[in-house]
């Protein structure tokens, strides 16, 4: 089982759709959370920590529950420049990333 | 200013060939991070680096090797490449060892085996 489980899409949406992703993670050493984006033969970036009381940043909003090891992304109001990968990342010792294997978002118009 | 530079930025080898990549952090990061993706799935850690010494070690075998110099660049050697060496080498930096959760990468390395 991997570590950090994302459904891969592709997710297919209008633009200004709503739409949520999700992932589950199975190390409970994990000390924190992040999401990534990635576009098309680009390096990730970092989008938006994630936090058990909820971040917003913007058009996105990110949650962490920890009782049930899930982590989620929400996109309101969807832009043609949301389209990428969303990549579910926890955090080992140090910086020791721990990546997903990316969920795909195409916005259209 | 710069970001974090590698190279080469492509290249093809043989198996059984060896191979050395770059990486420049940026300016004032003294943490150097390795990662392998291959298509279709997210980074896989390698190796981090902090202040020349190896603060971490992921799941490859001893072919993969890496070093961080004084002026915190950084080199990642693979040994005997074999045709699943095929990924996208990445290079990230941070400002410290850990705790932020932000890496800066690079654009990578693009290797092929062939």
């Known amino acids: 089982r991997k570590e950090v489980e994302q459904d891969p899409g592709p997710f297919n949406v209008p633009e200004g759709a709503t739409v949520a992703f999700n992932c589950t993670y199975s190390n409970s050493a994990s000390q924190s959370f992040f999401w990534y984006r990635q576009d098309c033969r680009k390096e990730p970036k970092l989008l938006m920590s994630?936090?058990?009381s909820g971040n917003e940043d913007g058009r996105f909003t990110a949650q962490l529950n920890r009782a049930s090891q899930y982590i989620s992304l929400l996109i309101r109001d969807s832009k043609l420049s949301d389209s990428a990968t969303y990549l579910c990342?926890?955090?080992?010792?140090?910086?020791?990333?721990?990546f997903g294997a990316g969920t795909i978002l195409r916005v259209k118009s | 200013d710069a970001g974090v530079t590698q190279s080469p930025t492509h290249l093809i080898k043989t198996r059984g060939q060896h191979v050395t990549l770059r990486c420049s952090p940026i300016s004032g990061h003294k943490s150097v991070s390795w990662y392998q993706q291959v298509l279709g799935q997210g980074p896989q850690f390698i190796f981090q680096y902090y202040e020349k010494e190896e603060r971490g070690r992921g799941n490859f075998p001893d072919r993969f090797s890496a070093r961080q110099f004084p002026n915190y660049s950084s080199e990642l050697n693979v040994n005997a490449l074999l045709l699943g060496d095929s990924a996208l080498y990445l290079c990230?930096?941070?400002?410290?060892?850990?705790?932020?959760?932000?890496?800066?990468f690079g654009e990578g390395s693009r290797l092929t085996v062939l």
């Open positions: 990230a930096s941070s400002l410290g060892a850990g705790g932020t959760g932000e890496l800066f």
């Open positions: 990342v926890g955090m080992e010792y140090g910086n020791k990333l721990v």
């Open positions: 994630v936090y058990s």
